[in-house]
């Protein structure tokens, strides 16, 4: 909202490559390796992509990371101190 930008696609990339099994150094290699012949092979196309549309995925992909339901769970079944410190 005020012209900042995310800084966890580290993050990101890291639960996306967990969550698909990939648990080694290897495939930390594979994952970077990939990114770079995209960013070379694509670059001339992601200038046109308009930066609302970025955000909107960005959104979307937060959204399915935050896994609302585990939230939920978890302040229903832990201590009322814990759930205020929390929120």
């Known amino acids: 909202?005020?012209?900042?930008?995310?800084?966890?696609?580290?993050?990101?990339?890291?639960a996306?490559?967990?969550?698909?099994?990939?648990?080694?150094?290897l495939a930390g290699i594979v994952h970077a390796l990939t990114l770079v012949a995209i960013l070379l092979l694509?670059?001339?196309?992601?200038?046109?992509v308009p930066l609302a549309a970025l955000s909107a995925i960005l959104f979307v992909?937060?959204?399915n990371m935050s896994e609302v339901?585990?939230?939920a769970r978890m302040t229903r079944r832990a201590p009322r101190a814990d759930v205020a410190i929390l929120l």
């Open 61 to 63: 992909v937060a959204y």
């Open 42 to 48: 694509l670059a001339p196309l992601a200038s046109k």
């Open 69 to 71: 339901r585990h939230f």
């Open 16 to 25: 996306t490559n967990i969550r698909n099994g990939g648990n080694s150094p």
């Open 1 to 14: 909202l005020f012209g900042g930008f995310a800084a966890t696609g580290a993050i990101a990339r890291t």
